[in-house]
Nanobody, 122 residues
Framework: QVQLVESGGGLVQAGGSLRLSCAAS????????MGWFRQAPGKERELLAA????????SYDESVKGRFTISRDSTKNTVYLQMKSLKPEDTAVYLC???????????????WGQGTQVTVSS
């Protein structure tokens, strides 16, 4: 059983940066493709970025491409989302998720964290 805990959210001014972390417990994380999502009030959850089990492949939604970077450090069982040039419309709860299938691409995401709030003020 893998558990995910997100951190690093908070309040930031437009144009600022944040780095989110997703810490995992459980050995299967090492082999899991991972993704970052966000959900704003009244909106559907959207996939922002994904990374393969070994970090060799990444993908991004057009809305964050060039501003957000996903990475992972398997020695620390952690996935990161570096966010820059933040906009008020980036305000949302940010969640990480993983897939137990090592080779799933795109991943299906069968386990989730609780999320961390990011608020961008104008």
């Amino acid at each position: 059983q893998v558990q995910l805990v997100e951190s690093g959210g908070g309040l930031v001014q437009a144009g600022g940066s944040l780095r989110l972390s997703c810490a995992a417990s459980g050995r299967t994380f090492t082999w899991s493709p991972m993704g970052w999502f966000r959900q704003a009030p009244g909106k559907e959850r959207e996939l922002l970025a994904a990374i393969s089990w070994n970090g060799g492949t990444t993908s991004y939604d057009e809305s964050v491409k060039g501003r957000f970077t996903i990475s992972r450090d398997s020695t620390k069982n952690t996935v990161y989302l570096q966010m820059k040039s933040l906009k008020p419309e980036d305000t949302a709860v940010y969640l990480c998720a993983g897939d137990h299938d090592k080779f799933a691409w795109p991943p299906s995401y069968d386990y989730w964290g609780q999320g961390t709030q990011v608020t961008v003020s104008s």
